[in-house]
């Protein structure tokens, strides 16, 4: 026989061997193991081989090919491909991601691997990521030209053009499932949640089964604070592939949400049997083992997160914000070196700051501190976009409207429950411990900081004017008797998911809430209302010291945050003005001097009797999701009312923003009130 007859017979029994993959992989094993005796390593009979392995269920057989094969052909990008697949298959997650990257860098038009990367991404929480990876297999897998353009566009970040594009094209399709599905992308990465909602929503009703749609619609309810609904459609995914990771570490983001965090955790424990080397995977376990009380598990989570990453700014500063920990020599040598690196993003080199300049005031170097404190917040404070202007024009435009005479044309409006206590004032002023006191306590339940006054202030801003400054002050203004009571029901079903006990009352710690004080009185007239104050200098200063995870966007300026402060107090004062009695104040510094008479009077606030666990709060093992969750788990201590004096040489702006409030503390100017 001819070399050329050889060639011919062999692509024919290969290409024989390929047709039978899908009717009868049993017997393409055996035409692929036929053509290796007469051909021995041939590549793509061995890639034949595996696949029929694998459509056997013998993932393991398909592995033990597979994996040499990858080695012998770097090159090759559908060794990659189908070892990539194998390794999802077999729970090695990690290295299936790595196998997936591998594949599409060698070539790109391979949709199957564009799709099971996104999963394996979702999975390892790299949403960014995921997005990126389900966008090129749209872009990969369509023929549609402009389909083609938007999804190229998408993956480009061209958001503008890719949302003209899409809505061109689903002009003349309307019920292009993959086209809806990109355009709810868009929504979502211009922040317009309710339009994501609504597009995926349409998707789904169009095709129930499109999984990647509903995972995407699971996900922008978490974010749009619907965690209840968020994870009813986890579970109707998890009720098709049970094992998916992606679903599995969405479920646990979820019940982090809701607080019910032992089952997320072994969520994520073992997912990180299947990611072990994904730096982020162990941060969230850690930040759920931290918030569940279970400090030394957390610890060692963020250290496994920061040998697999050691610029992982993130999680040296999650290491630092649990207030109680103190880094080493060794620890401190690291974090000077990762951010001596010119290679470091901003994120990483902020939260780097941020610990650093923990580290060094545990070991009394405030002046060093002080440095990295500030250069962590200049570099926080360049991405934002604050104006202290534009607060001070808020508190104003709200003291003007909520008058007395407002609030006595709406009495006996809103529902009557008394189950919410609210407690308000800015970050770091005392309100973990006094949620911690009032948690002890067997009447009340302590919750988490709820969003869900934003989310109403939100929704009223949505009915609000487009021509108004101030659309949601409108819009609550416009409401009548009904309305004002749908809007309490609505926050106390909306909050329900968060109660775990049978206990009658429950907190919301939202310290941001002092500014939706008029909405709470009208919507929840029989809810309690406390203010949490702390002596300026101090209060400003930790909130100073302190990377939110989110908002506080007031927080990286000594000058905004003296500002703030000022405009806070002006608010409250309105309020005992015009609403005299409602609400009631705890001050840091009394709650220290004497504890129990403290106590005593709060809980007479609240209309509760007194009760001795409320002295012990410390042994309260509840979950706590603040920066002051180990801090309230020890007794009540002194040395942090006048710890910021040692930061005093270099507070000169936030003394001069603060001004006669700060000379007049705990009393408040007559300026500062109406």
Known sequence: MTSSAATGTLEQALAHAARLLDSNPA???????EILAVAAGHPVALRL???????????????????????????WALAHLDLGLALGLSGRGQEAIDALRRAVALKPDLPQAWRALGDHLMAAGEHADADAAYANHVRHSTRDPRLLAAATALVENRIPEAEALLREHLKQAPTDVAAIRMLAEVAARLGRNEDALNLLARCLELAPSFHAARLNYALVLHRNNQPEQSLAEVERLLAVDPAHPGYRNLKAVVLCRIGDYEPAIRIYADLLEHYPRNPKVWMSYGHALKTAGHTQRAIAAYRRSLQLEPSFGEVWWSLANLKTFRFDADDLATMRRQLARTDLGDDDRLHLEFAIGKALEDAGEYEPSFRHYAQGNAIRRAQLHYSADDTRARVRHIRERYTREFFAARAGAGSQARDPIFIVGLPRAGSTLIEQILASHSQVEGTMELPEVTSITRALREQGGVDSDMPYHDALAALDADALRALGERYLAHTRIQRKTSAPLFIDKMPNNFMHVGLIHLMLPNAKIIDARRHPLACCFSGFKQHFARGQSFSYSLEDLGRYYRDYVALMAHFDTVLPGRIHRVFYERMVEDTEGEVRRLLGYCGLPFEESCLRFFENARPVRTASSEQVRRPIYREGVDHWQHYAPWLAPLQSALGSVLERYPDVPESEAI
């Open 49 to 75: 081989l595996a696949a029929a392995r694998a459509a056997q269920g013998d993932v393991l057989g398909a592995l033990g090919i597979l994996e040499p094969l990858a080695g012998a052909q770097p090159n």
């Open 27 to 33: 017997l393409a094993a055996e035409q692929a193991t």
